[in-house]
């Protein structure tokens, strides 16, 4: 099972001395297009006043541009700890065990539009590039990712089931097909239904979560559902591919 999450745009800080190695990364056959998107990054940094443009910064963000700037050298720690925010919280990775940590390495991969998809245990800087921006010269960033990603997805997976929780941006950017989504609906007192966008993050989160730490190893939708609904969410299958998680 590969379960796919988002990033975010925050991250947290520090990490251990070691510099980014390309190389080391898991999905080498994208370690060219990493590279080449992390030279546009660094480079657009030298320039903040365009780098708060197209990253779509305020002027009190400058610590972010610094973050590019210095993406070859900085510290890195595990992707599953440098991504932080409203999933991230309610995956809360700090309270795995050493067995349940390995679980999550093994089954979780995080989207990014810098390194396309990385593992959990992968080490990466802190950074800041988001699915739809578009650095200066270059096509959009799905332009970019779509001739590579997609297969560099399907060969990760290796014919287990996946589970795509990235949001559409970043579906975007690679697809895999016959992945298993899943979309976060209030239902209201009159039976009525809408997208959640407030609490979507945060119930993706609690389904990575039941998905790293079930001894189960689903293989269908069905399978899903139940670890899903033995965890606490209550979930309907809309089709083969997709989960609904209801709230309210």
């Known amino acids: 099972m590969l379960v796919l999450l988002p990033p975010s745009e925050t991250k947290s800080d520090g990490g ?84 349940q940590r390995a679980k999550a390495y093994a089954r979780l991969g995080i989207g990014s539009a810098l390194f396309g998809a990385v593992r959990a245990d992968d080490h990466i800087p802190a950074y800041r590039l988001s699915g739809g921006a578009k650095l200066p010269g270059l096509p959009t960033l799905s332009a970019i990712w779509r001739d590579v990603l997609p297969d560099a997805l399907v060969a990760e997976a290796a014919d287990e089931l996946v589970i795509d929780l990235r949001s559409g941006t970043y579906q975007q950017l690679g697809r895999i097909p016959g992945a298993i989504t899943a979309n976060v ?39 899903v559902a139940r670890i899903a609904t033995k965890s606490g969410l209550r979930t309907e299958i809309a089709s083969p591919t997709e989960l609904l998680i209801i709230t309210g």
């Open 16 to 99: 251990t001395e070691v510099p980014l190695e390309l190389e080391a990364l898991a999905m080498p056959q994208l370690t060219a297009v990493r590279d080449r998107l992390i030279d546009e990054v660094v480079k657009l940094a030298a320039d903040p006043a365009a780098a708060r443009a197209v990253l779509g910064l305020g002027k009190g963000a400058d610590s972010e541009i610094a973050r590019n700037a210095s993406l070859r050298t900085s510290a890195t720690r595990p992707a599953l700890e440098r991504y932080t925010g409203v999933l991230y919280d309610a995956l809360d990775a700090r309270s795995f065990t050493k067995v």
């Open 185 to 223: 609906l209030t239902e209201h007192p009159d039976g009525s239904r809408t997208v959640v966008s407030h609490f979507n993050k945060h119930h993706k989160g609690l389904l990575a979560r039941a998905l790293v730490l079930t001894r189960a190893d689903p293989t269908d939708i069905r399978a």
